[in-house]
């Protein structure tokens, strides 16, 4: 299986079942951004510090992996030249919608933040990348192309799960409401589920996902060239996952390229 056209498809799906990540902004939002008066999240709660962003008016700034009709529209509202690039054609087609409702021009392109080939060299001032590279096999063609994509001086701001969160049997926590521990790390749908349990995912459309190391996802950015430069962590609510009444399960990452 083709785990980047069925995620596609996948999210293609929860993007048409408006999921909360697949909620355009309001005219409201989009007014305030205009006026300087906005915040965005790379993960489920916690505002991104606004000094992460620098001066975003006239900045050339790449959405990754953040269709939905979000954080594309605040960000070219609040001055910015900004590209939103997803695998999802329908979360693309969100942020079309905001643009031509609140009459703003979005870049969209469709594809893998793994091959960002149709961009040159230092194309960007600044790289937003909210909680997504859960959906992506490998890190290390990612995080390579944003350092190639990106100005001396910019930034790439990502958010991604803890990977403990993937220790735990999901089943059980859903069913029995128990965090009971089944999984070794790193996790990865395609390999940790059997194949009912896959066969079951595919009959749903449910995205894969896969948990990488926090050696993938820090250690990662720094082999690819960068200096993190920032760093936070973030709860989501007990409801959503029950961890969270225990340990944050969301990390957020400021990494410059020197």
């Known amino acids: 299986m083709n785990i980047q056209e069925y995620n596609s498809a996948a999210w293609d799906k929860l993007a048409a079942n408006k999921i909360e990540w697949s909620v355009p902004v309001s005219a409201e939002t989009i007014e305030k951004a205009r006026r300087g008066d906005w915040e965005l999240i790379l993960t489920p709660l916690k505002p991104v510090p606004r000094e992460w962003f620098g001066d975003v008016e006239g900045k050339d700034v790449l959405c990754l992996a953040s269709g939905g009709g979000q954080q594309s529209p605040v960000l070219a509202a609040a001055g910015a030249n900004v590209t939103s690039f997803d695998n999802s054609a329908k979360q693309l087609e969100l942020d079309r919608s905001v643009a031509e409702r609140e009459n703003l021009h979005i870049r969209l392109e469709k594809g893998d933040a793994a091959d960002l080939s149709r961009f040159a060299d230092e194309s960007f001032d600044l790289i937003f990348n909210p909680c997504s590279n859960c959906f992506m096999e490998n890190l290390e063609p990612v995080w390579r192309e944003c350092f190639r994509v990106l100005r001396r001086g910019g930034a790439l701001l990502t958010g991604f799960n803890n990977p403990l969160v993937y220790i735990f049997d999901s089943e059980a926590e859903e069913k029995e409401g128990v965090l009971r ?78």
């Open 181 to 258: 521990v089944r999984h070794r790390l790193p996790y990865s749908d395609s390999e940790s589920l059997n194949e009912a349990e896959k066969a079951a995912r595919i009959a749903r459309k449910d995205p894969f996902e896969f948990s990488h190391t926090l050696d993938g996802q820090i250690g990662g950015q720094i082999a690819a060239g960068f200096l993190i430069a920032g760093f936070y962590e973030d709860y989501w609510t007990n409801e959503a996952r029950l961890l969270n009444r225990y340990a944050p399960t969301f990390i957020s990452t400021r990494a410059i390229k020197l």
